[in-house]
């Protein structure tokens, strides 16, 4: 089982940039373990952004936010990262990483979740 804990959450203004982390803990290599973000706005289904496999270099995105969003990783670290540029308003909302052991990458089903960082975007 790994422990994920999302960090870098906040009040940001739009048209900003906003970096998230996710540290990783647990027996299993970092690297072993397909990542994701997912963020979930209020009042809206829990929605996926982004994916990375697990030596980071394959990256996918959702339509949503590609061209603004960057996922990376570094293993040597168990960390994982989100960047997000020119936000919007809607942008707000709880942003989680998730990790899975499954034999493919990419969206779909995560076992492992962080608690979530929350990230306001203010006008």
């Known amino acids: 089982q790994v422990q994920l804990k999302e960090s870098g959450g906040g009040l940001v203004q739009a048209g900003g940039s906003l970096s998230l982390s996710c540290a990783a803990s647990?027996?299993?290599?970092?690297?072993?373990?397909?990542m994701a973000w997912f963020r979930r706005a209020p009042g809206k289904e829990r929605e996926f952004l982004a994916a990375?496999?697990?030596?980071?270099?394959?990256?996918y995105y959702a339509d949503s936010v590609k061209g603004r969003l960057t996922v990376s990783r570094d293993n040597a670290q168990s960390m994982l990262y989100l960047q997000l540029n020119t936000l919007k308003l809607e942008d707000t909302a709880v942003y989680y990483c998730?990790?899975?052991?499954?034999?493919?990458w990419g969206p779909g089903e995560y076992e492992y979740w962080g608690q979530g960082t929350q990230v306001t975007v203010s006008s």
């Open positions: 647990g027996r299993r290599p970092f690297s072993e373990y397909a």
């Open positions: 990375i496999s697990w030596s980071g270099g394959n990256t």
């Open positions: 998730a990790a899975s052991l499954r034999s493919t």
